[in-house]
């Protein structure tokens, strides 16, 4: 009996937090918290009002694709993996969608805007290779690769604004607001983003394949194809690190005898969907 | 007697982790579930906002009561510990949150997305396109079996 009253004490101090009278706290430190905050302080909503004007920046210069099918089945196989992510419950939610460009190449805005070219959805020959395409996007989303896009001296900026009280009043905030924008824009349509990050996409892409049950050797495929084309200049999932070395590290990474799923069904609605619309 | 003893010990500490702990959802929208499983049925409909008593965690999930009694799942990534106590689990709070002020503070919000609506280089009619796609849980559901996915 004395240990479990110790156990329930020893419970109680660990957890008791002296309460926090935030009107004290001076608005430098909350300005301060405010630097400190990065990408991974940004909240949800912050993200997903990031991500559509990152969107909104990337719709004005290619244009989409409103196809009603296609756009259907991409969510559909976006939502299917999802559904096995690290990160399945963002503020609005996953969204898919194709631009009319012939360019291969996809983008994943922040708050989970996951843009795909007509050029890549055309060298897709399956849907595992349409899934392993958005598997990678989503993993970008799933440890915020856009929002690191951001440099670092916008959030000071705003930390310091904040510290000053000048709350939402200024141009100021808005010019942050959409260089902040621009950075990410950039990165996405023009940087990319570094090798690590697209080595730990790619490698994501692998385990949320076979979480939802795609072929992960999709993912091996399309790159191949990139790597077939890369010479012409495609971004295709970027152009860094090489396809090459993208290439070896999957291929390392994925199981030798990985068990075929059945794709029967999965190549007939493919073609529902995506063949009859090609050219 | 001493492995009972550890075992109600065990027991109280647990019940005393959860009890009174308040969630609030975080995300736009999500469901209060009636298993651990996004494509089984909602219970309710869970707005941003919408406190929650924490019950017990499965994994990923946790079993929770909303402010009409009813027990259901929501995923850990739609909710945040909440800093109100169960007092505050009935609906009517007003007031801005410290994540509202700074979020208004930050300016990546609604105000400053309307300044930049029919600006050049943004166009937000598309991006809208975009976001009203919805999948209804039934269809995922069906394009998963199809598909013979997991």
Known sequence: MKKLLLICLCFFLLSWKPPINLSKLSKAKKGLELVSGAAHKISEEEEYFIGRAVAANILSQYPLWKNVDITRYLNLIGRALVLKCDRPEIFSGYHFAVLDNDEPNAFSAPGGIILLTLGIVAMAENEDELAAILAHEIQHVVTKDPLKAIKSQRLKALGTFAAGEAIGSSDQVLNIFQDSIMDISGTLLQKGYSRKQEKNADLGAIELLKAAGYDPQALLAMLQKVKAIEKKKAKAFSAHPSASKRIAYVEDNLDQGSVKSSKSSRLTRFKRFVSRHRN | ?150
Not at chain 2, 8 to 28: E, I, Y
Not at chain 2, 54 to 81: D, F, S
Not at chain 2, 145 to 150: A, F, I, M, Q
């Open chain 2, 1 to 150: 007697m001493k492995k009972k003893i550890w075992l109600l010990g065990f027991f109280v500490v647990s019940a005393m982790l959860l009890a009174g702990k308040v969630l609030v959802v975080k995300v736009m929208r999500s469901n209060l579930l009636a298993k651990p499983d996004f494509l089984s049925a909602s219970l309710a409909p869970m707005q941003k906002g919408a406190k929650l008593e924490l019950i017990e965690m499965q994994g990923n999930w946790y079993l929770v009561r909303n402010a009409v009694g009813l027990k259901g799942y929501i995923h850990q990534t739609a909710v945040a510990e909440s800093k109100t106590n169960l007092s505050g689990i009935m609906p009517g709070k007003k007031g801005a949150s410290e994540e509202e002020l700074a979020l208004a503070a930050k300016g990546f919000n609604e105000g400053n997305e309307k300044k930049l609506r029919g600006s050049k280089g943004y166009n937000f009619a598309d991006v809208d396109w975009v976001m009203d796609w919805n999948i209804a849980n039934t269809a995922l559901a069906a394009f998963i079996r199809e598909g013979k996915l997991k």
